[in-house]
T-cell receptor
Framework: GNSVTQMEGPVTLSEEAFLTINCTYTATGYPSLFWYVQYPGEGLQLLLKATKADDKGSNKGFEATYRKETTSFHLEKGSVQVSDSAVYFCALSRVLNNTDKLIFGTGTRLQVFP | DGGITQSPKYLFRKEGQNVTLSCEQNLNHDAMYWYRQDPGQGLRLIYYSQIVNDFQKGDIAEGYSVSREKKESFPLTVTSAQKNPTAFYLC?????????????FGPGTRLTVL
């Protein structure tokens, strides 16, 4: 079936540390891949996306590369800030039963301390 | 400003009561979605609608109902048949362009059953 697996959190870092949040997926064909971010008490915001193999999505210093050979879409940031503290969701999108559907991972909480 | 609004932000319900959560979008999107989020879990799809006057069940539709009488609106009713309704509910919308397009989310409604 189609699924997304994320590393469990929380991930705890000091400000300016390097961030990696692992995400791997299982899907047939060529899904699109997304990272969403959720700040406390809010809805999800799109962080970045990639729609085909070897594409790199980037936004606000975050990056992720669509790796078909390893079925991965790991999120990275070179220097995190306290304001990056949030829950990050990896998701894949593909057509299932003639409908576009998003399939989410369970989310990874990031805590950044000064 | 274009976006998705959900109301109310917080909702309290007594057991045995039906409640309706509002979702409105002015993005001119064709497709709309309802998700449920429980602590420490990813989002699960309740219902979705690709066009006015049409909707389909998602993965956890039991105890919920929806309507799509207008393109802008996709209200969700949580019925007394839903055994564990306390959760955070998120509405989303997207264009009908395909699975590479982004779903945009509202700020969510937190429902608590007393």
């Amino acid at each position: 079936g189609n699924s997304v697996t994320q590393m469990e959190g929380p991930v705890t870092l000091s400000e300016e540390a390097f961030l990696t949040i692992n995400c791997t997926y299982t899907a047939t064909g060529y899904p699109s891949l997304f990272w969403y971010v959720q700040y406390p008490g809010e809805g999800l915001q799109l962080l970045l996306k990639a729609t085909k193999a070897d594409d790199k999505g980037s936004n606000k210093g975050f990056e992720a590369t669509y790796r078909k050979e390893t079925t991965s879409f790991h999120l990275e940031k070179g220097s995190v800030q306290v304001s990056d503290s949030a829950v990050y969701f990896c998701a894949l999108s593909r057509v299932l039963n003639n409908t576009d559907k998003l399939i989410f991972g369970t989310g990874t909480r990031l805590q950044v301390f000064p | 400003d274009g976006g998705i609004t959900q109301s109310p932000k917080y909702l309290f319900r007594k057991e045995g009561q039906n409640v309706t959560l509002s979702c409105e979008q002015n993005l001119n999107h064709d497709a709309m979605y309802w998700y449920r989020q429980d602590p420490g879990q990813g989002l699960r799809l309740i219902y979705y609608s690709q066009i006015v006057n049409d909707f389909q069940k998602g993965d956890i539709a039991e105890g919920y109902s929806v309507s799509r009488e207008k393109k802008e609106s996709f209200p969700l009713t949580v019925t007394s048949a839903q055994k564990n309704p306390t959760a955070f509910y998120l509405c989303a919308s997207k264009t009908s362009g395909g699975y590479t397009d982004t779903q945009y989310f509202g700020p969510g409604t937190r429902l608590t059953v007393l």
